[in-house]
């Protein structure tokens, strides 16, 4: 299957040319001319390769990575512009700065003779064989997990954290989820991945109960978890393996898990509750079967996208909603988890508002087992309840 890129230019030619050069390198090209159009089509957004202009009329390249950011892709951006030097390095930094995977910048009068530079490793990058050794990182000690604390917003204590998945590549280092998940949902490795994630939670749990500790981990699960056949019985071997009956797992899924069979995802998670598990709804807001899935399913918890509370401090329609999910969860006796709380403002904010819990790189990044047990001991020790912000820049991806 080829790769996938997509050129974001409101000149038509450019478009064109772009195209017809990405093609001649093995390239599945997309073509959008506005940031309202990417609004339209955001799955666009998946490709593994941006051309991106910096003019685009009423919205600008800059606009362009602040969606990125927002929706924490890795992406390789290329930067295609005549403007300015000088505003080409300002985006460039701007791009660095929130972590986006920027490539540089390729003036548009070259593009004909200089955009084969910039393909050729990523390229030959695409021609690896990516699933196999995925598939041998899940049977090794490949992946590992990072761990994100999760606050109670009013007391300060931490409560558990939420497991996130990394990948050390023995060629290509660290990888974040944003780079082979996706590869996991193509060639069908998502089980075996969900089901590493939970081993390695377990293990990493009865470590910390050891000292005393019975914080709760939150594991993302997939929709082919769900619908997997002996999910159950696979669950309590896994639980009699670890010798932990009762364990505190949190289940995160997406809003789309589910919306197939409702009632076959409620038996198999009202089974997974009846085992200990506490069950959260992850992204909510931005589906369309909230409401039904909340009627439905056996949530829990309800985890405010951080999309809306990034936008807090700018935006009164995304802080209407926030306050509008934290009451509703409240009706329906849910706990509310608010991600990606990045200041103190909107800290307080949301513990004003009545949100219970929070995470986000305000409280702490993702940390190592061993980092966040030296953190959490720091914190404990603590007289102050509201922990600092600063830690350990051990991950810098949630």
């Known amino acids: 299957m080829p790769s996938t890129a997509l050129v974001i230019d409101d000149d038509y030619d450019v478009q064109h040319l772009s195209k017809l050069l990405l093609e001649q390198h093995g390239f599945a090209v997309e073509t959008v001319g506005s940031l309202g159009e990417l609004a339209r089509k955001p799955a666009l957004l998946e490709a593994e390769l941006i051309l ?38 300002h985006a460039l930094e701007v791009g660095r700065q929130k972590g986006l995977n920027m490539l540089g910048f390729l003036p548009k009068a070259r593009l004909l003779g200089g955009l084969a530079d910039f393909l050729a490793p990523l390229a030959a990058s695409a021609k690896a064989p990516w699933a196999a050794e995925l598939e041998h990182a899940i049977e090794s000690d490949e992946l590992f997990l990072v761990y994100q604390p999760k606050k109670a917003l009013k007391s300060g204590e931490i409560t558990g954290v939420e497991a996130l998945v990394r990948w050390q590549h023995p060629r290509c280092g660290l990888l974040f ?32 109960r050891a000292l005393g500790w019975d914080l709760n981990i939150a594991v993302n699960i997939s929709a082919e978890f769900i619908r997997a056949k002996g999910v159950i019985k696979t669950f309590d071997a896994l639980l009699k393996r ?27 998670l009202e089974a997974l509750r009846d085992r200990g598990c506490r ?15 909340l009627y439905r399913l056996p949530f829990g918890e309800l985890k405010v996208d951080r999309r809306f509370v990034n936008s807090l401090e700018s935006d009164e329609a995304a802080c209407a909603i926030v306050l509008s999910v934290i009451d509703m969860g409240k009706r329906l006796g849910m706990d509310v988890v608010a991600e990606g709380i990045e200041t103190a403002h909107q800290l307080e904010r949301l513990t004003q508002a009545g949100c219970g819990l929070g995470q986000g790189y305000f409280i702490s990044r993702p940390l190592t087992a061993a980092a966040f047990t ?11 309840p509201h922990y600092p912000a600063s830690t350990p820049s051990i991950s810098s991806a949630s």
């Open 177 to 208: 989820p944003d780079s082979f998940i996706p590869l996991a949902e193509k060639h069908d490795l998502m089980n075996a991945l969900t089901w590493q994630m939970l081993e390695l939670a377990l293990i990493q749990q009865t470590r910390w």
């Open 52 to 89: 991106l202009d910096l003019g685009l009329g009423k919205f600008t390249g800059l606009d362009i990575l602040d969606y990125l950011h927002d929706l924490r892709l890795q992406t390789a951006v290329l930067l295609i512009s005549a403007s300015a030097s000088q505003a080409v390095d």
């Open 374 to 384: 030296h953190w959490f001991k720091t914190q404990r020790s603590s007289s102050n």
């Open 242 to 268: 670890h010798a932990l009956p009762a364990p505190a797992l949190t289940l995160e899924l997406t809003e789309s898990v589910g919306i197939e069979c409702l009632g076959y995802a409620s038996h198999v």
């Open 279 to 293: 069950l959260a709804l992850d992204d909510f807001g931005t589906g369309y079967s909230s409401l039904v899935q």
